[in-house]
T-cell receptor, first 113, second 113 residues
Framework: DQQVKQNSPSLSVQEGRISILNCDYT??????FLWYKKYPAEGPTFLIS?????DKNEDGRFTVFLNKSAKHLSLHIVPSQPGDSAVYFC????????????FGQGTELSVKP | KAGVTQTPRYLIKTRGQQVTLSCSPI?????VSWYQQTPGQGLQFLFE???????NKGNFPGRFSGRQFSNSRSEMNVSTLELGDSALYLC????????????FGPGTRLTVT
């Protein structure tokens, strides 16, 4: 039962353009969502999070949008840079389950110069 | 502030042996979560420790166990290793009060032969 899904295994974007990474979830009980970036042989790096009571959170070039009715979230990166090339994971959790995160399968982003 | 550290970074073990992995969280963080990453299953939650108590547990067999010390450092142990235990083992730490930010270590790459 995959509660968090990233349906696009890969995405290619031109430098300077917008990257949009998508994530769907099935469990309406999730209280918060996070995005992580991962390079090979390294641990995931926290990027940005959003509470289920919000619909948008922004941090520099990164914005996360949450659509609860559609059970969908997206990460926008503007403008995209070659250094953004990595695997991006979305994750979800519940306040009463502490540090347990459910991860999507990841989307590999390639930003071309 | 120092990040999450994990030791060792790489391990090679033989089937049937046991292994202990160590994680030192960010100073002040009281929660440590452990995850297993494999190509087929992605990132899967193993368990979480908070104030030396296991607070949440994932769907892994009893061969996987852990503990947390009074300084919040955590260890996980895998007994009777199987080939399928070959994976990247990641720990993440957080304050333990809000989980909107979990920070990962670099991981321990375990290879079982």
């Amino acid at each position: 039962d995959q509660q968090v899904k990233q349906n696009s295994p890969s995405l290619s974007v031109q430098e300077g353009r917008i990257s949009i990474l998508n994530c769907d979830y099935t469990n309406s009980m999730f209280d918060y969502f996070l995005w992580y970036k991962k390079y090979p042989a390294e641990g995931p790096t926290f990027l940005i999070s959003i509470s289920s009571i919000k619909d948008k959170n922004e941090d520099g070039r990164f914005t996360v949008f949450l659509n609860k009715s559609a059970k969908h979230l997206s990460l926008h990166i503007v403008p995209s840079q070659p250094g953004d090339s990595a695997v991006y994971f979305c994750a979800a959790g519940r306040d009463n389950q502490g540090g347990k995160l459910i991860f999507g399968q990841g989307t590999e982003l390639s930003v071309k110069p | 502030k120092a990040g999450v550290t994990q030791t060792p970074r790489y391990l090679i073990k033989t089937r049937g042996q046991q292994v202990t992995l160590s994680c030192s969280p960010i100073s002040g963080h009281r929660s440590v979560s452990w995850y297993q990453q494999t190509p087929g299953q992605g990132l899967q939650f193993l368990f979480e420790y908070f104030s030396e108590t296991q607070r949440n547990k994932g769907n892994f067999p009893g061969r996987f166990s852990g503990r947390q010390f009074s300084n919040s450092r955590s260890e996980m142990n895998v007994s009777t290793l199987e080939l399928g235990d070959s994976a990247l083992y990641l720990c993440a730490s957080s304050l333990g009060v809000s989980y909107y930010e979990q920070y990962f270590g670099p991981g321990t790459r375990l290879t079982v032969t």
